[in-house]
């Protein structure tokens, strides 16, 4: 399998750094320009509950100007369904949300809460808006995605990426391990893989490889390296190296 790997560029944090001096600068619509240029397939915003970064507004611009999908990160709550139902992106991803974390700390539980995810992404299903959620690589939470009628599943990868940074080698593996069988039994199950969070170039090529993972959803990193190297080029980079790993596979 070497099916070609999409990548999704996650603008939050041009919002945050906007929003930390107020006013319109710097635009995370015009990075979602500039991602597109540079080779994203695919632009991700999280419109959290208390706006901390991205704004109704960005949303509703992104829709406007953007002829790229949007993959609409979100808390699965009544103010976030009419918010998706208006704006109607390609996708939403149903994260957990905690107003008091600064990043998403874990997956979902989908097997804790099938019920009301379930009657949730139905009705987004049912104004043909793809449900993404986003959980952590154990069978138990991918078999409860399949169950509830999902139609993509994003891997947390941030155990791995953390580990990485740890360089214990064998908890290195370890994590990379539970990616690899995650991402075989969500195919086995008929579900679009993605994977996501903390990945940076050390990091992406030994996810990249995995062949079922088919979208890999990257945002932090990139923007952080483009205050060092700019935002096109950091893309450029993560996608030379996604390629090359994909590659690598066939």
């Given at each position: 399998m070497t099916e070609f790997l999409r990548l999704g560029v996650n603008i939050d944090h041009v919002a945050t750094i906007r929003n930390a001096r107020g006013g319109a600068h710097p635009d995370?619509?015009?990075?979602?320009?500039?991602?597109?240029?540079?080779?994203?397939d695919g632009i991700t915003a999280h419109l959290r509950e208390d706006r901390r970064h991205i704004s109704d507004s960005d949303i509703a611009r992104l829709r406007a100007e953007i002829d790229l999908p949007l993959n609409l990160e979100m808390a699965i709550t009544e103010e976030m369904g009419k918010i998706a139902l208006r704006h109607k992106p390609n996708a939403c991803c149903l994260v957990p949300e905690k107003r008091q974390e600064i990043t998403?700390?874990?997956?979902?539980?989908?097997?804790?809460?099938?019920?009301?995810?379930?009657d949730f992404s139905l009705m987004l299903q049912e104004k043909k808006i793809r449900v993404s959620l986003f959980i952590d690589p154990v069978e138990a939470q991918i078999q409860a995605s399949a169950n509830v009628g999902a139609?993509?599943?994003?891997?947390?990868?941030?155990?791995?990426?953390?580990a990485f940074i740890s360089g214990d080698q064998k908890r290195i593996s370890h994590e990379l391990e539970k990616l690899r069988i995650g991402a075989e039994i969500g195919h086995s199950l008929g579900l679009e893989v993605h994977a996501g969070?903390?990945?940076g170039f050390d990091t992406v090529s030994a996810v990249a490889a995995i062949p079922q993972i088919v979208e890999l959803n990257i945002g932090h990193f990139l923007i952080g390296e483009a205050i060092f190297i700019g935002l096109e080029a950091s893309i450029k980079e993560i996608r030379r190296l996604m390629n090359k790993a994909r590659a690598a596979t066939s």
């Open positions: 995370p619509i015009k990075a979602a320009h500039l991602a597109s240029a540079a080779g994203a998403t700390e874990g997956g979902l539980d989908i097997a804790g809460n099938n019920n009301r995810i379930n139609d993509i599943i994003e891997l947390h990868a941030g155990a791995y990426s953390e969070h903390g990945l």
